[in-house]
Nanobody, 122 residues
Framework: QVQLVESGGGLVQPGGSLRLSCAAS????????MGWYRQAPGKERELVAG???????NYADSVKGRFTISRDNAKNTVYLQMSSLKSEDTAVYYC????????????????WGQGTQVTVSS
């Protein structure tokens, strides 16, 4: 069992920046993938970015060039640096962990954080 604790959400003006953090603890598999999903009101949960324990990353087209995902394997922590934020980035952001590669898309596999609210508004 892996537990995830997110932090860093909040209210920011359009064009601003925020950094989300997610610390994992428990039975962490050395080969794993961590990432961030988000869910806006009335919309489905969507994958924002992912990063493997080897450092390979992927991004949703809507955030490419604005968001950067990174991780510190020694701390079992993943980060999401969000810049040039837009109102459409407003959502609850969820951290996800799964053992292995290519597993982040499987909603029913792995562990989820409790979510952190990001609101982009003037």
């Amino acid at each position: 069992q892996v537990q995830l604790v997110e932090s860093g959400g909040g209210l920011v003006q359009p064009g601003g920046s925020l950094r989300l953090s997610c610390a994992a603890s428990g039975s962490i598999f050395s080969i794993n993938t961590m990432g961030w999903y988000r869910q806006a009101p009335g919309k489905e949960r969507e994958l924002v970015a992912g990063i493997t324990s080897a450092g390979r990353t992927n991004y949703a087209d809507s955030v490419k060039g604005r968001f950067t995902i990174s991780r510190d394997n020694a701390k079992n922590t993943v980060y999401l640096q969000m810049s040039s934020l837009k109102s459409e980035d407003t959502a609850v952001y969820y951290c996800k962990y799964c053992p292995g590669y290519g597993c982040l898309f499987r909603i029913d596999f792995g562990s989820w954080g409790q979510g952190t609210q990001v609101t982009v508004s003037s």
